[in-house]
């Protein structure tokens, strides 16, 4: 499984040592990193296109979401969040503390805990949470490292503790659907969803896509995403995109019937 490793690091002036080192810890954990470095691209342009290119190929987006240059995160960083949750990908950030939003803003600006204004006269988000709400609520946010991000991704996709470091291990049984046109519903989203994320079906709102065709809220093909993640699919040789297309209307206008 592949996993796009975003944050300001691509900065660092020992940035070649420390890809050398994520690419070993995430190895470990039994997925293989890309990173903005991979491509080796200098212009602007060129750039973006190729990370654009890069996170369209990952599963999962592992996100440094520490400050930079400031009390945020780095902003790239979070357009490729929105970039991944937008195609359906699953995203796991990482803080060296679970301090709250204002309680960080107010540490960096060297003012009172309790400040509900910046030092700029404007008012501090307060939901309790360690980022953004935009960042904070569909992501998973992890206190620590990269090594705890995968660690604690791992525990979620593994099938229990112990569990060997293998990529495409499925998740718990009771996370999906029992009954076997329920499942076969899903799949059919999950695969039209997973076609997108590989640039194989163009969509720029997949999840709202499924949404709609199965009658549910985006939050509850999130969930399906989150439960299939971690699970491989039967072989798509088969398959040609309108294929997948078809298959996921047809399966959408069948879960209907069953709710």
Not at 25 to 38: K, V
Not at 189 to 194: E, F
């Amino acid at each position: 499984m592949k996993v796009y490793l975003a944050g300001p690091d691509v900065f660092r002036p020992d940035v070649a040592e420390w890809a050398a080192a994520a690419r070993t810890i995430c190895r470990r954990y039994g997925y293989e990193p890309l990173m903005p470095i991979d491509h080796g691209e200098t212009e602007a342009p060129k750039i973006y296109q190729a990370n654009i290119d890069l996170i369209r190929k990952a599963q999962i987006v592992i996100a440094n979401l520490n400050p930079f240059r400031g009390s945020e995160p780095d902003s790239g960083t979070c357009f490729e969040i929105g970039y991944a949750l937008a195609l359906g990908k699953k995203v796991s950030g990482y803080v060296s503390t679970l301090e709250t939003l204002r309680s960080r803003v107010n540490r960096i600006e060297q003012a009172d805990s309790e400040r509900t204004v910046d030092g700029t006269g404007m008012a501090i988000e307060n939901f309790n949470l360690p980022l953004n709400l935009m960042l904070a609520v569909p992501a998973q946010i992890v206190e620590g490292g990269l090594d705890d991000c995968l660690k604690a991704l791992r525990g979620r996709l593994s099938v229990g503790e112990g569990a060997p470091s293998d990529p495409l291990l499925p998740v718990k049984p009771s996370d999906l659907p029992k009954d076997p046109a329920i499942k076969s519903a899903q799949e059919a989203a999950i695969r039209y969803l997973r076609w997108v994320g590989d640039g194989r079906i163009s969509d720029l709102n997949p999840i709202e896509t499924v949404a709609d065709q199965y009658e549910v809220k985006p939050e509850t093909v999130q969930q399906w995403v989150d439960a299939w993640s971690g699970t491989s699919s039967a072989s798509e040789a088969e398959y040609r995109p309108d294929d997948v297309i078809r298959q996921m209307k047809i399966k959408g206008r069948q879960y209907r019937r069953f709710k």
